[in-house]
């Protein structure tokens, strides 16, 4: 049984930077991608980016590139997703989630709420 | 990137009835195409995979069909534990983009 666990919820300052764990066991290591989705309040889902460590490769989406830095352990059970320079539309609930055979993303966590507020 | 076209944006259907979602690529993607179902206060949960795979464990009544842009996901018996937002996604290439979601709820 795979499980994903995330850290809790944030409350930040518009310009500071948030950090997110995302912790998976239970399943095969490695192989597989760890990824960053968000869903702003009464919104849809937004890819913002993948590791995946057995490759070495990180993908951003356009949105995020220069902002966020995902990182994760090579057997992708542990991963980081640092979003800096927050802003007010950043408020949203971040999940992470593990991807297989691409971007098929078969598990997810719990979702982590940022708040960013003055 | 692509974009991912779903409709209605919201139904209302009785217990029992077929209902149908369909989702609309910008350009062709193939099969790589995924659908998931999102309780509301829950994470997303994978619900069918590469267009028609059903995930183990997942009701029967649920199925999902097409190739190149056009895509359905069909519930043939709509349950009350159906009641859910659900979303396609591509994958044949990145940015993954999602659809803006259907919203199902029971008459």
């Known amino acids: 049984q795979v499980q994903v666990v995330q850290s809790g919820a944030e409350v930040k300052k518009p310009g500071s930077s948030v950090r997110i764990s995302c912790t998976s066991s239970?399943?095969?290591?490695?192989?597989?991608?760890v990824t960053w989705v968000r869903q702003a309040p009464g919104h849809g889902l937004e890819w913002m980016g993948r590791i995946v460590p057995v490759l070495g490769i990180t993908n951003y989406a356009q949105n995020f590139e220069g902002r966020l830095t995902i990182i994760a352990d090579k057997s992708a059970s542990t991963g980081y997703m640092e979003l800096s320079g927050l802003r007010s539309d950043d408020t949203a609930t971040y999940y992470c989630?593990?991807?297989?055979?691409?971007?098929?993303?078969?598990?997810w966590g719990q979702g982590s709420l940022v708040t960013v507020s003055s | 990137d692509i974009q991912m076209t779903q409709s209605p944006s919201f139904l209302s259907a009785s217990v029992g009835d077929r209902v149908t979602i369909t989702c609309q690529a910008s350009q062709g993607i193939r099969d790589y195409l995924n659908w998931y179902q999102q309780r509301p206060g829950r994470a997303p949960k994978l619900l069918i995979y590469?267009?028609?795979k059903l995930v183990t464990g997942a009701p029967s009544r649920f199925s999902g069909s097409g190739s190149g842009t056009d895509f359905t996901l069909t519930i043939y018996s709509l349950q009350p534990e159906d009641v859910a937002t659900y979303y396609c996604q591509h994958y044949d290439s990145l940015p993954v983009t999602f659809g803006q979601g259907t919203k199902v709820d029971i008459k």
């Open positions: 239970g399943g095969a290591a490695g192989g597989h991608s």
């Open positions: 590469q267009t028609s």
């Open positions: 989630a593990k991807g297989t055979g691409g971007e098929v993303l078969d598990h």
